[in-house]
C-alpha cells in the first residue's frame, strides 16, 4: 500500500506541474503526427508502387537517420534544445503540408530526406530535456511517463489517419499532421520554464562525452532491441500474410498488440523503479525477447498476438531502462551527442537487418527469421551477463 500511496503521489504531481503538462501534450501530439506522417505515407506507397516502394521509404528514412544522428546529437548539446525543438517541428509542419498538394511517390520520397533529418533532431532534444523539466519527479517516473505519451500519440494516429485513408482523404490526413505539427511547436513555446541546466549549452562548450565500457555495454543492448523492433516492422506484414494466412483485419490486430504492449512497457517501469538501473534487468528482456521470438515459429494467430503484445512490453520497457541509466551516467550537456551514438549504432543494425532479410527474402520464412534473431539476442544476453564493466560485481 505504501508503494501505490508513492505511485499515486508521483502521478499527482504531474498535474501540479504546469510546463511539464505542456511538455508532455507537446510529446503526444508530436508523436502522433510523426507516427500519421509514417502510416499516411507508408499506405499511400503500397497502393501505387506496391511493398518495393515501401522499402525505399524505410531505406531513405533510416539512411538519413543514420548521418543525422551524430549532428542532431551535437545540435542538441551545443543550442537552445527548446529552440531546436520548435524549429524542427516548424520544418516538419511546411515539409507535410507541402504533400497536401501532390503525394506523388517522389515527393514522398524527397519529404522523407528532410522529415527524418529534422525527426531525429527533434526526438533527441525533448527526450534530453526530460531530466530537467522532469526533475520535481523520480527519473523512472518522468522518462516511463514521457514514454506513454509517445506511445498513446502512436496508437492514436494509426487509428484516426486510417479513418481518413480508408475515405480517401489524403490530403485531409496530411493537413491534420500538419496542423498537429504546428500545435506541437506551440505547446513546446509553452514550455518557459527550462532549466538553466538545459540552456547552458549555449554558453559554454558541452562537456566531452566520454565512450566507457558502461557506455559501450548500455549502446549494445540499446542496439539489440532497436534491431528487434525493426524487425517487427519489417517482417510482421510477411508473417501475417506467409504464415498465419491472414488479411488486413489480422495484420491491424497484430500492431494493436504491438502497441498495446508498448504502452504498458512504458508505464511498468515506474512499479519496477528498484530494479531501473539494475544491469541484470536488460539482460532479463533480452532473454524473454528471444524465447518470444523464436516461439512465434509453432504459433497461430492467438499466440503470435499474445507473443508481440508481449515483445512490444519488453521493447518499450527496455528503452525507458536504458533511458534512465544514461540519464543518471552521461552529464546532462553530453545527452544529446550520447542519444545520437546510441541512434546510429540501432539503425546501422537495422540497415543491416534490412539487407539481410532483402537478401534472404525467398530462402528463409519470416519466422524463421524472427528465431535466428532471438538466437543473436540469447547469446549476447549470455556474454553480457558473464561480462561486466564493473568487474562482475552484481547490478
Not at 506541474?17 to 503500397?46: D, E, K, P, Q
Not at 538501473?277 to 516461439?295: D, M, N, Q, Y
Request: glycine share 8%; aromatic share 10%; with cysteine.
Amino acid at each position: 500500500m505504501a508503494r501505490l500511496r508513492r505511485i499515486s503521489a508521483n502521478i499527482l504531481d504531474i498535474f501540479g506541474c504546469h510546463y511539464f503538462r505542456w511538455f508532455l501534450a507537446c510529446t503526444f501530439i508530436s508523436s502522433m503526427a510523426r507516427n500519421g506522417y509514417a502510416v499516411a505515407c507508408t499506405w499511400i506507397l503500397v497502393a501505387d508502387g506496391g511493398s518495393s516502394a515501401v522499402a525505399a521509404f524505410i531505406a531513405i528514412i533510416s539512411l538519413t537517420e543514420l548521418l543525422v544522428s551524430p549532428i542532431a546529437g551535437w545540435i542538441c548539446d551545443r543550442f537552445d534544445r527548446r529552440g531546436v525543438f520548435i524549429a524542427a517541428d516548424s520544418i516538419r509542419m511546411l515539409t507535410v503540408a507541402l504533400l497536401t498538394v501532390t503525394n506523388v511517390e517522389w515527393a514522398i520520397w524527397l519529404s522523407a530526406i528532410v522529415f527524418a533529418a529534422c525527426d531525429r533532431a527533434a526526438l533527441t532534444t525533448s527526450q534530453a530535456m526530460i531530466p530537467s523539466l522532469g526533475r520535481h519527479l523520480p527519473s523512472n517516473t518522468s522518462n516511463s511517463i514521457c514514454f506513454f505519451s509517445m506511445q498513446a500519440g502512436s496508437l492514436t494516429a494509426a487509428g484516426l489517419v486510417g479513418i481518413f485513408l480508408s475515405m480517401s482523404w489524403e490530403t485531409a490526413a496530411f493537413g491534420a499532421i500538419s496542423a498537429a505539427f504546428l500545435l506541437s511547436a506551440i505547446c513546446m513555446l509553452a514550455v518557459t520554464n527550462v532549466s538553466a541546466v538545459a540552456r547552458s549549452a549555449t554558453s559554454s562548450p558541452p562537456i566531452s562525452l566520454r565512450i566507457e565500457r558502461q557506455f559501450i555495454r548500455l549502446g549494445s543492448i540499446f542496439a539489440l532491441l532497436y534491431g528487434a523492433g525493426t524487425l517487427v516492422s519489417i517482417l510482421a506484414a510477411s508473417f501475417v500474410a506467409d504464415e498465419l494466412s491472414g488479411g488486413a483485419l489480422e495484420f491491424g490486430g497484430l500492431e494493436s498488440a504491438w502497441s498495446v504492449g508498448s504502452i504498458l512497457g512504458a508505464i511498468l517501469l515506474i512499479p519496477l523503479a528498484a530494479f531501473a538501473r539494475r544491469p541484470s534487468l536488460l539482460i532479463i528482456i533480452l532473454a524473454f525477447t528471444a524465447v518470444l521470438f523464436a516461439s512465434l515459429r509453432w504459433s497461430g494467430l492467438p499466440a503470435s498476438l499474445l507473443i508481440f503484445a508481449g515483445v512490444g512490453t519488453l521493447y518499450n520497457l527496455g528503452r525507458v531502462a536504458i533511458e534512465v541509466t544514461l540519464q543518471a551516467t552521461v552529464p546532462h550537456s553530453a545527452l544529446g551527442r550520447a542519444k545520437g551514438t546510441f541512434h546510429c549504432a540501432g539503425v546501422a543494425l537495422g540497415l543491416a537487418l534490412f539487407l539481410v532479410i532483402t537478401l534472404s527474402v525467398d530462402r528463409f520464412s519470416p519466422s524463421t527469421v524472427f528465431m535466428l534473431y532471438g538466437a543473436l539476442l540469447l547469446t549476447a544476453a549470455i556474454f553480457l551477463a558473464a561480462y561486466r564493466p564493473d568487474g562482475g560485481k552484481a547490478g
